[in-house]
């Protein structure tokens, strides 16, 4: 049960016989690990003892760090930018006056402060200098994104390593023929996928964008004899990686709306006789007023699809 998969892809990379040619190599693992929290700090999901971390290392020359942070730096901003969370500030984390907490000398430390300072001033980054926040190995980038509720998380985060590949004793043939250190880039997008989570539902409240949510699509029939058409918009939607259930159940048409709305479901479809009549929908969109009458089926599938992936929030 590691707690950690820094040192299992140091082993990787030093078992890889690598020359400057191959360098930058970048390793991803969106693995499990565990972290043995005390019980009256264990929160929902924002807490927990298993996380799964999207965990990647990357392992560059000192020359290729910044390149390596501007690169991470777009993918956490479009991500981020993607699900509408652009509210954030990153902390530069940076070693504190006991320098017994932190491992490496001054001069690699120095280094890669200096590496990342600079790579956040040419990103434009909003930051700040955050004395004693660093991990034990070296100063990292957090980006902090506050949730609906006004609260800060850490969720993003960019960790410059000099002491890992040291002390596993790390190397790959330089121009000259001889040995050469990597530096270790640390970085995870959401941070924790079970934090991530609780943020994001927190930060939509449960409504989903269309491209998120669980159950895009509900349809419900009046009675018995509009399952037809019901199943047969399903599929057509399915057809288009959409997420669709039908509730053809017994039940009034008020309750199955009622659910359907509580359930925070996307669009809510109503399929009586005069949509069989009409091979049409009646499609309540969640927010709105009313259902609207008389709806295509073709011209929904293509209105949804394109609401799907244009990915709107």
Known sequence: MKPMNCPHHMQIFDSMNLSYRDMPVRMFEPATIYRDEKSGQLHGLSRVRAITQD????????????????????????FYETIGMDDYWVSLSVRGEDKSKYLGSDE???????ALDEAAKENKLNYKRVEGEAAFYGPKLDFMFKDALGREWQLATIQCDF?????????????????????????????S?????????????????????????????????????????????RSHGLRVEVDDRVESIGKKAREARLARVNYVL??????????SLAVM???????EFGVAIDAFVTQIVKERDDRVI
């Open 55 to 78: 965990d990647g290392h990357l392992f560059c020359r000192v020359g290729q760090i910044k390149q390596e942070v501007a690169m991470i730096v777009d993918v956490v901003r479009r």
């Open 270 to 279: 109503t399929v009586g006789d005069k949509e069989v009549a009409g091979n």
């Open 163 to 191: 002491n890992l590949p040291e002390r596993f004793n790390l190397s790959f043939m330089n121009e000259k023929g001889e040995k050469e250190r990597p530096v270790v880039i640390h970085r995870a997008i959401s941070g």
């Open 193 to 237: 996928l079970e934090r991530f989570m609780s943020v994001l539902i927190e930060h939509f409240a449960g409504k989903f964008p269309l491209w998120l949510s669980p159950v895009q699509v509900k349809i419900l029939t009046v009675n018995d004899t509009h399952a037809k058409l019901a199943y047969e918009v399903a599929t057509k939607l």
């Open 108 to 114: 690699v430390w120095n280094i890669a402060q200096s």
């Open 285 to 291: 969109k969640r927010g709105s007023s009313g259902p």
